[in-house]
């Protein structure tokens, strides 16, 4: 998963950011929004000051190490699941009563690996307890322990010894037994197999050991064959268990101690000359069986993960999953200076892509409001760039159908390129400012300049009327003669430029002609305020 979204957004790197408008960018000023690990750890000048910015690679690294740390928090919940406590033992003494409470089912189980039957079987039912030799040394029969059994399996004959209920009162015991050599059936044997198992009372819990032996343990791994009167020494440990995390179970281990050989043939005229032999004509085995009373094992489980060890586990992946990330960010944004700055290109396409969207609803809402035909979707083109020059719109608050306000609005709207006319003859229209050529904006303003020259020329009962449109009409501006690069001299410069100067002048003079009839009608009405004070006084 990791791998996959690191391709993903090294994917993303080879899309075009376009305009802002594309999936592509959209996808990538997200990823950098997820920017939450490294906001303010990215690359700094010296003595910069630490802000916080969101890149699209801070971005991308956030989640990997998130995608990471995930998996790895995932990885240690599953080792405290499976793995949260382990197997303690603690060996302690114990005395008489507490090994009488030892009460298992023990079966032992040794089989001979030869031709031989059942029938070779001789000498089978004695008990020495004790050590051989010694003054403790007992000789009892092998009944008051387990009862003992012989069948011919396919692997030779088998002895079985059954305890149940067993009760073990000696620490050392021995039993004995040998085949011996019957007509056409010599006694050979060439390995051993054992199964020792105990269990307890009720049959829910089995302890057991067994193996195969072949030969010695001083000999090399070659095949050997066991005949003669030296005996074969199986020796077992029987330790004694109390498990406390199984409702304190006891329970008896037996353990596999060692092997000793007794009298073998390496070879084929070794073992020819024992089968020549009458003396040799037997396999001895003893099973010898060690129950430790001494001490006594206590099994129990304890937990090895506790709140303090799982927080600071969790806290070093954390710190790995980070860590890891963030030198990769170093490195690429030391290596690779573009992605430096990431930042700032993506934030200057979206805030442009975002005032385009707010100023494309400022014209449909002006549109919509004062119907302005001519404010269309053809704004960037500077030839057919259309507008509602020169007049006043004034939104109408009150009672009444929105579009009886528009119809208002439209009638009362004047253009300011016209000269108005009087009163009777007033007309209302809406023109484009770029619809119309320097040749008719000429035309049009000679057109005024004859009718004020016919407005001076009629009766005198219209002056004050010729006098308002002289002082209020305000041409156009001069136009600008524009030529291609190559056929633009320095003639035109100055042409252009002198018009536009002297179109500046007499901007000045109509400004200082209107600032001063502002000023003459105010003194003349502060001075008829007067004088009507006077008069009122007067009276």
Known sequence: MLLSWLLFCLFLRFTKLGDGRNVWFNIRWWISRLDICFATRHWLDDQKVVTKRKTELGG????????????????????????????????????????????????????????????????????????PGFIDQRVVSLLTLANHSCYNSSMGPTIVLKCKNCKLIYDHMFISWQFVDLPNNPATAVGFEFKLTSMDIAKKHVSFVSGTLKNGSAFDDSPVTFRGKQSNILKFNLFPRVYHNLHNLKLIQPLFHEFLPGSVSRDTNELQASLESSTDGLVNTTLYINFLSDYVVEIDRENIFGPVSFLADLGGLYCISIGIFFY????????????????????????????????????????????????????????????????????????????????????????????????????????????????????????????????????????????????????????????????????????????????????????????????????????????????????
């Not at 430029?497 to 502060?526: F, G, I, P």
């Open 60 to 131: 991308a690294f956030s989640i990997a190490s998130w995608i990471l740390f995930i998996g790895l928090f995932a990885a240690l919940l599953y080792q405290i699941i499976s793995k949260r406590s382990i197997e303690v033992h603690n060996v302690r003494a114990t005395n008489g009563p507490e090994l009488a409470s030892f009460v298992n089912d023990m079966e032992f189980n040794i089989t001979t690996v030869s031709s031989m039957s059942c029938a070779n079987l001789r000498n089978l039912g004695d008990l020495v307890a004790g050590n």
């Open 328 to 539: 990769l960010l170093i490195q690429c944004e030391y290596r690779i200076k573009k992605l430096r700055n990431e930042d700032s290109i993506m934030r200057r396409i979206r805030n442009r892509r975002k005032a385009q969207e707010h100023w494309d609803k400022l014209r449909k809402y002006v549109m919509y409001t004062y119907g302005c035909p001519t404010m269309d979707d053809t704004y960037n083109s500077t030839k057919n760039e259309t507008d509602c020059g020169g007049f006043m719109l004034h939104s109408v608050r009150g009672t009444g159908s929105s579009h009886k306000r528009r119809l208002k609005s439209r009638k009362d709207s004047i253009n300011l390129y016209k000269k108005p006319s009087l009163p009777a003859n007033k007309s209302v229209s809406c023109k484009p400012l770029g619809s119309t050529n320097d040749s008719k904006l000429h035309s049009e303003n000679m057109a005024k300049q004859q009718n004020i020259g016919s407005c001076k020329d009629s009766p005198q009962s219209h002056p004050q009327e010729s006098s308002i449109i002289d002082d209020n009409f305000i041409p156009p501006p001069p136009s600008l003669e524009m030529k291609g690069g190559s056929e633009m001299d320095m003639s035109d410069i100055q042409k252009n430029l002198k018009n536009l100067y002297e179109y500046n002048v007499m901007l000045r003079n109509k400004l200082l002609a209107a600032q001063s009839l502002l000023h003459s009608s105010s003194s003349r009405h502060s001075s008829s305020v007067n004088s009507s004070s006077v008069k009122t006084k007067e009276t």
